[in-house]
């Protein structure tokens, strides 16, 4: 790194761009504030943070968090705040702190999803005691009571839903133009939403809790690291094309994924929870494998990086299973033949690396 020393806090702001992302953030928080129902999509919030941290400066960061926690202040009060600031703050600290330090890149990226787990499962916790129930009846109190006093807002967020296809209108109610709700249509598509995501969240919060945890520490790292890449600062970061699981433990993560499904058929009960899980984690690792085999192609075949974007953004996001696929059979043939080639150089992800 040239002696170069990085910093993350104490970096100059790029004021157009400050000024851009914090019109952008008030406008778009109050669609992103529902991701507080969904683990996988509010690890979305930290990777965003930490670009913004990267590209345009701490002060970005910093009054965007602040607009965020706010919002989710006022719409489920100063215990929904609490709850927000400690699923996004930690996560950015970390992974800040992390990079200043000049931690390795893989290693920084465990710490910042470990973080996020454990900031989870506080808010997990937290909110089960206040309530006096399980975590999902709470959020579906909070939701419940979040929609009785949201006025107008409510309303549109509601129609929104309708006309999307989220939830079914009642028979015979159009809502299109709508801007104010019968209070009993409202009562009955409220109730609707509740039991679609009480059903929802039951099965899948412990997977997206993990899912969303290894990409806010893995996304959020590298958009931090390439933001001030693109600053001109120095600092690692292992290539997309390059991300790959070491020689060994295909075997080991595709036999604990086959293990774990042989006992959830066996004892469904208590296994069907861990083997969701451990497949939603599986399912993330080889889908970024997938991705970074394409990548590679790509890189080989001289197409620039606007083709590896949207490579990454259709089989991250669209094509996720497709990329799986294309994960596994990369890491069982090296189809491409990208890991004989990227072994000769050291493994990113060899757990003896820096011993």
């Known amino acids: 790194m040239d002696n170069q020393k990085v910093t993350v806090f104490r970096q100059k702001n790029k004021w157009g761009l400050t000024a851009a992302s914090i019109v952008a953030c008030l406008l778009l ?44 202040s006022l719409l489920f009060g100063l215990w929904g705040g609490v709850c927000a600031a400690l699923l996004v703050v930690p996560t950015v600290l970390v992974s800040a702190v992390m990079l200043e330090r000049e931690q390795p890149f893989w290693h920084s990226v465990a710490a910042g999803g470990v973080t996020m787990f454990a900031s989870m499962g506080v808010v997990v916790a937290l909110l089960s005691m206040l309530a006096g129930s399980d975590v999902v009846s709470a959020l579906a109190q909070i939701m419940k009571e979040a929609f009785a006093f949201s006025g107008t807002f409510g309303d549109a967020l509601l129609s929104v839903f309708m006309q999307t296809g989220l ?32 059903s929802v969240l039951r099965l899948e919060l412990p997977m997206q809790m993990a899912t969303g945890s290894v990409a806010a520490g893995l996304l959020g790292q590298a958009v931090l690291r390439k933001g001030l890449i693109h600053r001109g600062t120095k600092v690692e970061y292992p290539r997309l094309k390059s991300w790959r699981v070491p020689n ?47 990548c590679y192609m790509l890189d080989e075949r001289g197409k620039s990086i606007t083709w ?15 990329a799986v696929v294309v994960g596994i059979f990369d890491q069982s043939m090296d189809f491409a033949h990208r890991r004989e080639k990227l072994n000769e150089q050291e493994n990113p992800f060899d757990p003896r690396r820096g011993a």
């Open 29 to 72: 928080s109050p669609a992103v504030s529902l991701g507080v129902f969904l683990p996988q999509v509010l690890s979305a919030v930290p990777i965003v943070l930490l670009a913004l941290l990267g590209y345009a400066g701490p002060v970005s960061a910093a009054v965007c968090s602040g607009i965020f926690v706010s919002l989710i």
């Open 167 to 198: 939830i079914a209108a009642p028979q015979g109610v159009d809502v299109s133009g709508v801007l104010t709700l019968d209070p009993q249509v409202k009562t009955e598509l409220l109730d609707t939403l509740l039991i679609m995501m009480d």
């Open 248 to 294: 060994g433990w295909g075997r080991i993560l595709g036999g604990t994924l086959l293990v774990l499904y042989v006992l959830a058929m066996l004892v469904p009960r208590s296994m069907n929870t861990m083997f969701y899980v451990f497949n939603g984690v599986f399912d993330q690792i080889f889908a970024l494998q997938g991705v970074a085999a394409l």
């Open 308 to 322: 590896q974007w949207l490579v990454f953004a259709a089989g991250y996001f669209f094509l996720n299973s497709m």
